[in-house]
C-alpha cells in the first residue's frame, strides 16, 4: 500500500520547479489562458504559465505567506499558494505589492498579459469574503502523479489549520474548471456564487470551519 502522501512547506530553493509544476497542471485553466496571449502549442503553454507561477511565488515569498506542497520522491510533486486573509485587498495595495514584478509579468504575458492579470486580480479581490479566513490561492498536482491523493492531503491540512483557528471563517478557493466543483464538494466545500472575471465563469467555494 503506497504511504499516505505527507504536506510539507517548500523552501525558496524548490521554488522553480513548483512553478514548474503549477505550469503543467494549469495548463488548460480558462482564467489563465485568458489572461496570457493565445498559445495553441500546450507545452509552450505551459512553459509560459509556469513563468507566471514563478512571479506569483516571488510575490507569495515577499508578503511572508507560506508555500505547501507534497513531495514525490525528493522533489515537488504539488504545490498550493496559500493566504491568511483578514480583509480583502483593494486593487490600490495589490498593483502597488506587484510593481516590483511588472517587468516579469510583462515578459511573461505582455503588456496586454499585465492589464488583464490587473483587471481579474480586482474583480477576484473583490468578491472574497469580508470575514477572516486561509484563501487557498492555488493548487496544482503534477499531471503524472495525480489521482495520488496529493490534492486531498493539502486541502486535509487546510482544513486542519482552520480547525485550529477559532477566529476563521474557513478555506475559501475560485475555481474556472467546472470538474474542480464536485471534486471540492466531495471533500466539503460548498459554492457561495459565481464571479466573471474577464468573463470566464468562476466557481467561489467556502469550506466552513
Same mark, same amino acid.
Given at each position: 500500500?503506497? $504511504? ?25 485553466? =480558462? ?10 502549442? +500546450? ?14 511565488? &516571488? &510575490?507569495?515569498?515577499? &508578503? ?25 485587498? =483593494?486593487?490600490? +495595495? ?22 488583464? $492579470?490587473? +483587471?481579474?486580480?480586482?474583480?477576484? &479581490?473583490?468578491?472574497? =469574503? ?13 499531471? $503524472? ?14 482544513? +486542519? ?35 466573471? =472575471? ?12
Amino acid at each position: 500500500m503506497a $504511504a499516505r502522501p505527507q504536506v510539507a512547506i517548500l523552501f525558496p530553493n524548490q521554488d522553480a520547479v513548483a512553478a514548474e509544476v503549477l505550469g503543467r497542471a494549469f495548463v488548460d485553466d =480558462p482564467l489563465i489562458r485568458t489572461i496570457l496571449p493565445p498559445i495553441e502549442d +500546450a507545452a509552450e503553454r505551459a512553459r509560459r504559465m509556469g513563468q507566471m507561477f514563478a512571479v506569483a511565488l &516571488s &510575490s507569495q515569498r515577499n &508578503s511572508g505567506q507560506p508555500v505547501m506542497g507534497v513531495l514525490h520522491e525528493g522533489r515537488v510533486g504539488a504545490a498550493a499558494i496559500i493566504e491568511q486573509v483578514t480583509r480583502p485587498a =483593494p486593487i490600490t +495595495a495589490l498593483v502597488l505589492h506587484g510593481l516590483a514584478l511588472l517587468p516579469a509579468l510583462a515578459k511573461t504575458g505582455g503588456l496586454g498579459g499585465v492589464r488583464r $492579470a490587473v +483587471a481579474a486580480l480586482d474583480v477576484l &479581490s473583490r468578491n472574497r =469574503p469580508i470575514a477572516p479566513h486561509l484563501y487557498l490561492n492555488v493548487l496544482g498536482v503534477e499531471p $503524472a502523479l495525480q489521482r495520488r491523493h496529493f490534492g486531498v492531503a493539502i486541502l486535509d491540512w487546510l482544513r +486542519a489549520q482552520a480547525v485550529l483557528r477559532p477566529d476563521l471563517l474557513g478555506v475559501y478557493l475560485e475555481t474556472a474548471t467546472e470538474a474542480n466543483v464536485a471534486y471540492y464538494s466531495h471533500v466539503g466545500y460548498r459554492v457561495t456564487g459565481e464571479i466573471y =472575471p474577464l468573463g470566464v465563469r468562476m466557481w467561489q467555494m467556502l469550506q466552513p470551519r
